[in-house]
């Protein structure tokens, strides 16, 4: 069964960095446009940033712009969220997402990693 397995989460400081990681198992996905959500308990799974199958553009959430990078190595069939100058309101459960097509919508995206967390403290 085709997975997305996420890892680099963990616990950083205000102003910090962290770099997340997907990559599939199985199946390789570098058609793909891939993508990264994220989630707190009791709110709705928000887009991120996204990156198309080559790399060649890339989609971010006006929240996370200048701060986030969205990066893809289809050599390595992994793609990379760094995320610097960390804020409380960034921590959350992160998503990698694949899917067919460049988009912010949720429904889009096919395939879901379990999400890793990424906590934020002051």
């Known amino acids: 069964q085709v997975q997305l397995v996420e890892s680099g989460g963990g616990l950083v400081q205000v102003g910090g960095s962290l770099r997340l990681s997907c990559a599939p198992s199985?199946?390789?996905?570098?058609?793909?446009?891939m993508a990264w959500f994220r989630q707190v308990p009791g709110k709705e799974r928000d887009f991120v940033a996204a990156i198309n199958w080559d790399g060649a553009r890339t989609y971010y959430a006006d929240s996370v712009k200048g701060r986030f990078t969205i990066s893809r190595d289809n050599a390595k069939i992994t793609v990379y969220l760094q995320m610097t100058s960390l804020k409380p309101d960034d921590a959350a459960v992160y998503f990698c997402?694949?899917?067919?097509?460049?988009?912010?919508?949720?429904?889009?995206?096919?395939?879901w990693g379990q999400g890793t967390q990424v906590t934020v403290s002051s």
């Open positions: 199985g199946r390789a996905y570098s058609s793909y446009t």
């Open positions: 997402a694949a899917g067919p097509r460049a988009t912010t919508q949720r429904s889009q995206y096919i395939i």
